[in-house]
């Protein structure tokens, strides 16, 4: 699809907006569709949807417009989906949709790809739940098989005396749903063994329609809250796991046939042992780094992907360090903005969202130096000027 097609965007978050401006540049034509008429996507596109995501009527006048579709958040109902697939290229598709939005289809699948995961049981029932936690063993964690995200739909069991607090709290999870469409019939949890990591790692990789893979450096991240606070590139791991780290992702790109990039989000223990988590169907907030620091960024490389273009370079140009900006963070932003932006090698992203409600994602900061120590260095004068009274004073 040459420059000059529209891709359609279902959702008008920043992920939305960056993959706009991205293919802004290309001369590609951009149409959203999002529940806010202001959103952050809509802001830089050249149509604009305002309707319900999950509106079959509005999807379909989505995708009448678009050659491709593409869509910024993996929760995309079943019927949206079809209704795209009937009248519009979807990348990735529906199938690729299918399994990132449901947990237990999601490990399924990464461990019938050969991939390692967590030992893991589906759940559907207090006698199952008791039954899967004595197999792989405490303490193990109960999660929603859809709907989670940010540590959402989450519960720790410590031993057997948790089991049955912990089914009464998965049973209150899905509310009002008595047969949801993203859940479809299966299991409604997933039971996980503990993986006693030492550092969270993520790899974002991209997958033409011709088949053509490209991998970016790992990035390391640390979560706060359970939210993404922090991203390093190179990750502090030695160069084997690096590679054993890309290798895992391409190997799922190619195992799914998926078109588009995908986040692989990955757990590495004390002995140096990789263990896929997830996966994201789009471009992931641990990637926002290569929009500075690689050669293509990720959000260059989706547009290339979808709009079934050679992929790009995914060399990393500097080291780099990715803060996220949330809404407690935005008042302390604005005043030292001056302060922050004399920061060498400083970026600042704003995704033009109207409220900063707290532990909402409102931007970002990017710094570039000449190692990760530099950048790191660099990366905590800027969260000295913006980080919130609540907030641990080290950046990482
Ligand atoms: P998720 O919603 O699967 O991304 O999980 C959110 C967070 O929970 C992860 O970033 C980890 O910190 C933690 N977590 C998830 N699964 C496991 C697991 N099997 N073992 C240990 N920690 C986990």
Redesign the pocket.
């Known amino acids: 699809m040459p420059p000059g097609s529209t891709i359609g965007i279902l959702g008008g978050g920043q992920l939305g907006r960056m993959t706009a401006l991205a293919a802004r540049h290309m001369g590609y034509r951009i149409a959203t569709l999002d529940p806010a008429p202001d959103a952050p996507c809509a802001q830089v596109a050249d149509h604009r949807f305002t309707a319900a995501l999950d509106d079959v009527a509005a999807a379909r006048r989505l995708a009448a417009i678009s050659d491709v579709v593409t869509y910024e958040f993996e929760n995309v109902a079943e019927p949206v989906a079809a209704a795209l697939e009937e009248l519009a290229v979807v990348r990735p598709s529906s199938r690729v949709l299918a399994v990132a939005q449901n947990?237990v289809r999601e490990k399924e699948t990464l461990a019938a790809l050969g991939l390692p995961v967590?030992s893991f049981r589906p759940v559907a029932s207090l006698a199952e739940l008791e039954a899967a936690a004595a197999e792989v063993g405490y303490p193990c964690?109960l999660?929603t098989a859809t709907g989670?995200?940010?540590?959402k739909?989450?519960r720790w069991l410590h031993g057997p005396a948790d089991v049955v607090a912990a089914w009464e709290w998965a049973s209150a999870q899905y509310p009002g749903q008595e047969r949801s469409e993203a859940v479809g019939e299966g299991p409604r949890f997933i039971l996980?063994?503990?993986?006693p990591?030492v550092r969270?790692l993520s790899v974002i990789v991209a997958r033409n329609p011709q088949g053509m893979t490209s991998v970016y450096p790992v990035a390391e991240n640390i979560?706060r809250r359970?939210i993404l606070h922090a991203s390093i590139v190179p990750a502090r791991v030695s160069p084997a796991v690096a590679q054993a780290a890309q290798a895992l992702a391409v190997r799922l790109a190619e195992g799914l046939e998926a078109v588009g990039v995908l986040g692989v989000?990955l757990?590495l223990t004390a002995d140096d042992r990789l263990y896929v988590?997830?996966f994201a169907p789009r471009p992931h907030n641990s990637g926002h780094y290569t929009i500075e620091a690689c050669a293509t960024s990720q959000f260059q490389q989706h547009v290339r992907t979808v709009c079934g273009l050679p992929l790009g370079s995914t060399d990393l140009l500097r080291p780099a360090v990715m803060i996220n900006l949330l809404g407690q963070h935005i008042p302390r932003m604005h005043a030292a903005v001056a302060h922050l932006l004399a920061i060498e090698g400083l970026h600042l992203h704003v995704y033009g969202k109207a409220e900063a409600r707290r532990d909402r994602k409102m931007g970002h900061l990017t710094i570039l130096a000449e190692s990760v120590e530099e950048a790191l260095a660099r990366a905590q004068q800027a969260w000295d000027l913006v980080r919130a009274p609540d907030d641990p004073p080290a950046v990482a």
């Open positions: 947990r967590a964690l999660k989670g995200y940010d540590g739909g989450q996980e063994a503990r993986v990591f969270e979560h359970q989000e757990f988590n997830e």
